[in-house]
């Protein structure tokens, strides 16, 4: 380990919390999932089917085990979100014609139109969050992020 990382290590003399870039990452994403919680408790959602819906629309169609990746759930649970909106209309399921192993997963009308509710009240908690930063920010923040999962995934 390098010293030039030391102050953002626990094991440091000199650590503070404020140092923590993890510790501000969960702060960030925990209160980010409280407020938009929050905004879609009149719709009866909660954040677990917020995400495999959002997937849905970024990425219709898409597997069990695709939505599984993309929300970075367990199959099992992924899998009991998704039974969970198809018995609420959200979504519906079937075989995958060239592997029927595979299911597949699509949103509904239903569906179509809770992504885009889910959508409309996410831009509200994104405006409130990004307040006092430029685009630019924004940007080289999330170049930073996206290096260190890269880092991570290996």
Known sequence: MTKKYNKFFSA???????????YWVTQVHAQYVQNVDHALKKYGLDNSRRRILLALKAKPQ?????????????????????????DEGLVNTY????DARITRVVLTDKGQQMAQKINDLSHIVLDQSFDGLTPLQIEKMLESLKLIFRNLAH
């Open 12 to 22: 440091a003399a000199d650590f503070n919390l404020d140092h923590s870039p993890y």
């Open 62 to 86: 898409a597997s069990v085990s695709e939505l599984s990746e993309m929300v970075i759930s367990k199959m099992s649970t992924t899998t009991k979100i998704i039974y969970r909106l198809k």
């Open 95 to 98: 075989s995958c014609e060239d």
